[in-house]
């Protein structure tokens, strides 16, 4: 019989096998005052719970800069990159030892997984990280990811761990994203500075209304709800559900698996994306941008068609073949990305050409399109 919980709760995560679960610095820290060490305890029991139950649960943590500020006795968060790093490799130590302890109570392993951008933009560390998680995984171990903060530049850094937790879902094909913060989901205004906000309860990852809806992060924490949305839009093309719940409310996790309508759940509403497509989707950085004129628009959109010289109006940047460009239509906005056959000297002097003529004008060919459609997502 369904219980009173579940009847006006939702079956979204009740049949979940595979789940990552983020939880971010804001709450970690109880705003900044140290790792909150009874709380951890408390969403360990919770996933030890799960991973008893067979749900197979993959953390990802920030709280490395907070806790580190803490033990080195910095008041404000610093801005220098490399005071930033110096903070996450003395805070990261507090946070695996916390993990571990807690998680060693209830008999399980962690495994301590800090990764870069690099890691998962390089197509061999990609597919290296994910045989490796998937190990761990199937060797009943937790794994704690963190984004390895140390080395990472402005430049090269995922910056809020929302991202990191999409990508670790996609990665590993979860059914759920669930990311605990320090509200009680997506409401319709910061709930911060507008206290008459109402939470979303649930919605489509995609749907364009909650863009403007979700602000910024706190001191603390990097994205706020901005980064959470788009966290459930890198989740879907994969095809998991996002939930964004408080790790305040007592037994949530099991809450959250038991149907209960918790927080704010983003729902996929498009058919999951091949794993090719999905790490190029996932891809932050481009070189470039190709603009395209309405013809190729079209026939990208609505064939998945191969990109031609023929269609592209005007190149930007400096990239080089093999490099990630992004394809804009003539107003700007982003259509597709892909990794392109040419160099950007070369894709300019083929623009508006037919692929017959390439040869012709640089001397050699390397392929007839400029992004083969295996190599191009449209967004
Ligand atoms: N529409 C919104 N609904 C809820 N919270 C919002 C919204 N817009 C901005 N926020 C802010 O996002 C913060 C949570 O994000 P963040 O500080 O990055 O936390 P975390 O460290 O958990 O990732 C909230 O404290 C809140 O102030
Ligand atoms: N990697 C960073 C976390 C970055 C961060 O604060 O992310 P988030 O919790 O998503 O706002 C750390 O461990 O301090």
Redesign the pocket.
Same mark, same amino acid.
């Given at each position: 019989m369904e219980t009173k919980q579940q009847a006006g709760g939702r079956k979204a995560l009740t049949g979940a096998r595979r789940v990552v679960v983020k939880?971010?610095?804001?709450?970690l820290t109880n705003d900044g005052r140290g790792l909150d060490e009874p709380a951890i305890g408390g969403w360990v029991d919770q996933i030890a719970a799960l991973h008893l139950a067979g749900v197979e649960v993959v953390l990802v943590s920030?709280g490395a800069v907070a806790a580190g500020m803490v033990r080195l006795g910095w008041q404000v968060r610093p801005s220098a990159v490399h005071e930033l790093q110096a903070a996450a490799a003395v805070g990261q130590n507090g946070l695996t030892e916390c993990y571990e302890g807690h998680f060693a109570r209830h008999g399980l392993l962690t495994a301590q997984v800090l990764l870069t951008h690099d890691d998962l933009s390089n197509r061999k560390r990609y597919l290296n990280a994910r045989s490796a998680l998937r190990t761990l995984v199937d060797l009943r171990v937790v794994p704690v990811i963190n984004e390895n903060d140390t080395v990472v530049t402005d430049e090269i850094r995922f910056g $809020?761990? =929302?991202t990191l937790g999409a990508l670790v879902a996609n990665l590993l094909e979860a059914d759920a994203l669930v990311?605990?913060?320090?509200?009680e989901?997506?409401? $319709?205004? =910061?709930?911060?500075h507008n206290p008459a906000?109402t939470l979303i309860h649930e919605g489509r990852a995609d749907d364009p209304a909650f863009t403007a809806?979700?602000?910024?992060?706190?001191a603390?924490?990097?994205?706020?709800?901005?980064?959470?949305l788009q966290a459930a839009r890198l989740a879907a093309r994969s095809g998991a559900c996002t939930v964004i719940a408080s790790g305040r409310q007592p037994e949530v996790l099991s809450r959250l698996v038991a149907g209960e309508r918790l927080g704010t759940l983003l729902s996929p509403d498009q058919a999951p994306m091949a794993a090719r497509k999905r790490w190029l989707a996932g891809q932050l950085q481009v070189r470039g941008s190709l603009t395209l004129d309405a013809g190729a628009v079209k026939v990208l959109q609505s064939r998945g068609s191969s990109l031609l010289p023929v269609g592209v109006r005007a190149v930007s940047g400096n990239f080089v073949r093999g490099d990630m460009v992004l394809c804009v239509d003539e107003q700007g906005r982003r259509i597709a990305k892909g990794l392109v056959n040419y160099g950007a000297e070369d894709a300019a002097r083929l623009l508006g050409k037919p692929s017959h003529q390439i040869e012709a004008i640089l001397g050699f060919m390397e392929a007839p399109e400029l992004i083969h459609r295996d190599n191009l997502v449209v967004l």
């Open positions: 939880i971010g610095s804001a709450l920030s $809020d761990n =929302d990311i605990l913060t320090d509200q989901g997506l409401y $319709d205004a =910061d709930p911060r906000a809806m979700a602000g910024g992060g706190g603390l924490g990097r994205g706020g709800m901005a980064t959470k």
